[in-house]
């Protein structure tokens, strides 16, 4: 029976008229709740949570009361109150008072708030509604609330005010893939609890792709293929659910039908329904390598050109491949999925996929959907499907399909539809050309664009149940991924799905959404700081050392600058610096900065020649290195205000710290860290440009002529000892700095001399080292140095014992342009040097797994060397500056991953020049104690002593190779113990190989012979192992001219060629048969009795059928012999007494000659040999096994164990 869905049956009831209420941004009453209620009103006084506080409702019931507990469970954790949930009670003074009232709330998921001084009340019709108002009263209190832990210093207090609310749409939800990335039950869970507080009832989960199946599905002994086979769905989660897209990492893994139980209680719980997707007919690849069944191929594996069959997808395309439409084993498949999947999930929906069918025909896609659609409902579901799936079902009354169209594309006339326009509520598109993560082929998304819409944009409201934002995976592997594209824009589509949009305002949702910021901290989730809510305060520093470009940035990479005009890099009082040649600015468009600030930075002035040089310009006014009127004094200007000056002159073409202080007492001027001058006027803080100023209308541009490094801006005024650590290099890196990481313990690091310290990242361990303790990065961790990168000039050496990379690629150190790996990008396996965005170029040399090994690498003008164990291994031409911002990890935004180290280190050690040859060897302390040469001394005397007479060519020639290195290094005075311990090694395994002497070819030789004898004679040979013996004869050729050839070598193949001449079999000798017969069909049988003759017939017969028999071979003799009898016999047998027929014919009573009739033994001069001629070829050939015994025999008692 087909489920009845009226279009409008999830659509929640409207608010009355009379009660409907307009908030306009500046009417929500200081509300703060998100999704905005319906109806808001604050009244005076606040409500505090107090440690007696209890939450009460006044009709037991279990559902309402595990609803209630989810919220107390969360407030007990950060007020360390009991808060107990009590039922069945009336409340008192200070309790949370829950009250079940279908009559006074009508709506399902509706619900009354008030909050007073003495207490709150909630009315609610349904456990829902309960938790949606539990909900709206958590976001009235302090943001801390959300904490994991203890908060002791915050005021549990929540405004009065009356709420009256319920939901717009009855369907709000969201959807993860799970599919692309796998992403395990507690992160699902996570993601529930967060998103259920913004009312969200609804969790799609797209458990199929084709890059996973993320679903157990269990055999069932009555499900049986087409044929009747017995159907394995095991495959699905063995082969289906081992990858996952590779960007960002590979993800794989399945939920077990248990766990899934367990998410969906856990979202019921929480008022959340889960909602299964199994996506098809196209997106199935991970079904469709999974199981053979499903493909009606001779191999049972699907094929699309250029998609690798054994395995699912690890990329980015869709709709190149589909489910067979027409066969009927799809649906037996697609049955018992939905049947198990029906006794697991609740929700009334089930999701079909139905999106990107690109190579499915159209016919057989409307085939497939109407099936699919007939079995979702067979098992009392309702099928959702994407878009496209409107246009191809048949039952439009009873089914879903889910909008997904980018622009304003309407809806279709008679179909029921989830709004989720793709450049709206898709959240997996980047929110700007900055974002790191996500897709943008629907657009960007920005917050305000989440928000500003209306399912009535692309159709009438009673087409429309209800609302979805959807994230897909493709570069999503980590939780934090799922936070940063979910958060801040989740909020937005809650409230668009609950919110009227006559009530519903950008301005006014922005100040809301900026105040759930500690919200959001305090529950710990990694959601982006977008901008466009939260403008975050001016506080940077630029050190200026991209050198490049024409890109300014902070060391956050939050705030930036463009390069305009005559501005080149140069050298900076750090590193590089921006030079100004009087015709050029930077622009970094930031707002002034009101009340107290500070700003500063190395300057080296030339002389303008103009009548005033600006350093900082804003809106209002700016900072100026020559102030007006050619008085070539540090000043400041307030537009249209005054000029105003300082008594100082900055020096030309020397450098100089200029740092300027602004408070309500005035502006103050320190100069090299001291402080210079005051002055009692102020201007708000100016970031618009460096420079220039940046007014229109003024006399002239105000170019600067000079140099800039190291700026720096603060929204706070700062103190005169943060002044003079304000000019000390922070970034700045001289000499050396050496690590023996003897620490131990702790989440801190520090060099030999004490100056540089840093914090381990999460990930890192302490462990044995090298030399006492050292630093495991586990891959998925590392340390941050912030120095600027050396020049190219540098070198890096360090201890490391490798394991196998979790990442592309494995980065020791990383800096602002580039990279030292220990494993090269593409998992080379072998160490490397990149330069991001030009190469990356790798050594010829792989560090051992599992093995302590010192790298060290050089760096100069030609190019970087590598050292191994203080030994030069490789060189290559590309440099880079050294990199000194990060050990075990990248430090690119827009690299793929994160490039984790999976190793441990010790002895890092960093130069800020290249070190020598001798340098590198006293790095790695090679020269501690002489090597110690004693063991490869006396095998060297043992070696000289040894006869290579008989031995293989190639291992004479590796011995004496081994020998004469063994010598060189014994010669070396400055030979390393690890070159002495090799070179004994190579000569061990030299004298090893001298056991390889050449084999005994004489059995070969005369098997060969003998071979070579019966290749003529091809033809008196049955055709069924010919081949082996000319195949064998070839292989054993091979060997008999192969100079290296040792008893191992020549013993198989002559046991083949051996083999092979045994497995010869003659034909059969027919040549009697063959003479009798040609005389049997020379009689003449009239005048022969019937019966002789038929006697006769049936015996020609007999033994024409056996002649043409070539499968006989000798074998078979005794059947050629039984029909030259049977023949002979019915000759013999002819009987004389029939009537003559013609005058040529015998008389009757007369026998045919004897001469007609060959004797049964009578055989022809020139026979081919019988079974038994063989006598002499198989005694030969009893010999050679022997031989060949002896020879195996010889072999194993030679071969070294």
Known sequence: MLLSLAP????????????????????????????????????????????????????????????????????????????????????????????????????????????????????????????????????????QIESDTLVSDVAWTAPCADISDEPTYGYRGMHLDVSRHFFPVEEVKRQIDHMSQYKINKLHMHLSDDQGWRLEIKNNPDVVDKDGNPVDFSNLTELGASTSCDHNGVRAGYYTQEEFKDIVAYAAERNVEIIPEFDMPAHAWAALVSMPMLNSTEDGKPHANGYDNTKPYQGWDVGWASLECRNENTYIFIDEVFRQISEISPSMYIHVGGDEAHVTAHDDYVYFVNRVTEIAQKYGKTPIGWQNYDAAVEDKENTITQYWNTGDQRALDGVTYIASPADHAYLDMKYDASCPLGLQWAGYAPVDDTYNWDPTDFGSADQFIGVEGALWAETLADPEHIDYMYYPRLPGIAEVAWTPKENRSWDEYKERIAQQKDRLDSLEIGYKEDTLIWEKPVNFRMPLDEGTGTTVKDTTGDFKGTMVGGVTWGEGRYGSGLVFDGSGYVDLKYDDIGGDWTAGMWVKREDSGAPNAALLAGTEGEIKLEQWKNTGKVGLTAYGVDDYTFDYTAPIGEWVHLAFVSNDQGTTLYVNGVETDHMDATINGPVSRIGANYKDGLSDRGYMKGAVDDVQIYDRALSAEEIMDMKEDAFGFENEMIFNFDEGEGTQITDTSGAHSFTLGDGITWTDGKMGSGLDFSGAGRIELGYRDLDKNWTVGLWVNRRESVEHNAVLMSGATGEIKLDQYQNTGKVGVTAYGVEDATFDYSAPMGEWVHLTFVSNDQGTTLYVNGVEQDHIDLAINGPMNRIGGNNSVNLAGGGFLNATIDQLSVFDRSLTADEVKDLVDVDSEPANKTLLEKTIAYAKGLDTTGVTDSAKAAFEKALAEAEAVMADVNATQTEVDAAWDALLEGIWGLGLVQGDKTMLEQLINKADGMIPDEGKYMPDHWQELVDALAAAKDVMADGDAMEEDIQPVAEALLNAILAQRFKADKSILDDLINKAEGINLDGYTAESVATFRTALANAQAVMADNSLSEDDQAVVDEAVAQLTAAMDGLTAGGAPETTDKPEATDKPETSQKPEATQKPENKVPQTGDNSGLMLWLTAGLASLGGAVSVFLKKKRQ
Do not use: H, W
């Not at 009244?43 to 037991?60: C, I, M, S, Y």
């Not at 009670?89 to 009354?112: F, H």
């Open 8 to 143: 409008m049956s999830l659509r929640a009831t409207a608010l009355s008229a009379q009660g409907t209420q307009t908030l306009a941004a500046e009417e929500n009453g200081g509300c703060t709740i998100i999704p905005l209620p319906q109806q808001y009103e604050e009244t005076q006084g606040n409500f505090t949570l107090k440690p007696e506080t209890r939450f009460v409702l006044a009709q037991a019931d279990e559902k309402a009361a595990d609803s209630t507990e989810v919220v107390a469970s969360e407030f007990r954790k950060s007020t360390g109150y009991d808060l107990p949930v009590v039922q069945g009670e009336e409340g008192k003074s200070g309790d949370i008072i829950i009250r079940l009232d279908g009559e006074a709330v009508t709506e399902e998921e509706g619900y009354q708030l008030s909050v007073t001084a003495d207490g709150v009340t909630i009315t609610a019709k349904s456990a829902g509604g309960v938790y949606y108002g539990l909900q709206s009263l958590r976001q009235m209190f302090p943001g």
